[in-house]
């Protein structure tokens, strides 16, 4: 049985740094026993990751964490280990690393009030950026029944469910006022959500 699941998402080719990372982690003889998937071709890279994870809760068995590897990202064999332990400790079922973007002009993840802590600590924040990030399978099935997520394109190459949205935004008080048009009530928040998942538009607050 694995412990864990490597998922390497890119619309291109992966880059040589980041096969050097990946040869590194294997060469290191890491005490998890793992795979790897690779889902790599599809410009959307949100679809892209959708596709892991429904891959990864349908036809991986009973692998309990995965970790997705961006094409670009450099690690080192720790920092996987790291992800792992605190995954495997259960106290946490979505935890990353930080690390700058293409050009290296800021950081991809986002603390509270522009506040971001680096001192090798775990740290909750406002928005952790995907290219270096651990799930459990736990958080993916509550997720998936929670919200009802639809499953797409099932008789497609890109049949999933749409755990990350690659779609347009819409006002949230435009769906709300279309429901209460439809209902002829005050819409509920889970109603409100899940049109939203269902039409493929990400919420905006406003604008």
């Known amino acids: 049985m694995f412990d864990l699941l490597l998922a390497v998402c890119a619309h291109r080719v992966v880059s040589a740094p980041t096969a050097a990372s990946i040869e590194k982690f294997r060469l290191s003889n890491p005490k998890m026993q793992y795979t790897w998937g690779y889902f ?61 973007v293409r050009g290296a002009c800021q950081i991809s993840s986002y603390g509270y009030d522009g506040r971001l802590d680096i001192d090798g600590k775990v740290h909750e924040i406002e928005y952790l950026a995907t290219g270096f990030m651990g799930i459990s399978r736990r958080i993916l099935t509550k997720v998936q029944k929670d ?10 190459w890109s049949k999933c469910w749409p755990f990350f949205n690659c779609g347009s935004t819409m006002n949230k008080a435009f769906i709300i006022e279309e429901l209460r048009k439809t209902f002829g009530r005050e819409p509920t928040e889970d109603e409100v959500t899940k049109l939203s998942i269902k039409l493929g538009f990400r919420m905006r607050e406003k604008g």
């Open 147 to 156: 919200l009802d997520l639809p499953w797409l394109n099932p008789n497609d």
């Open 40 to 100: 790599i071709g599809d410009a959307l890279i949100a679809r892209c990751r959708s596709q892991a994870c429904s891959m990864f809760l349908k036809e991986m068995g009973d692998i309990p964490y995965m970790i997705f590897i961006d094409d670009d990202i450099v690690f080192e064999p720790e920092h996987i280990n790291k992800i792992y332990e605190h995954l495997a400790s259960g106290n946490y079922d979505v935890i990353g690393g930080i690390y700058p």
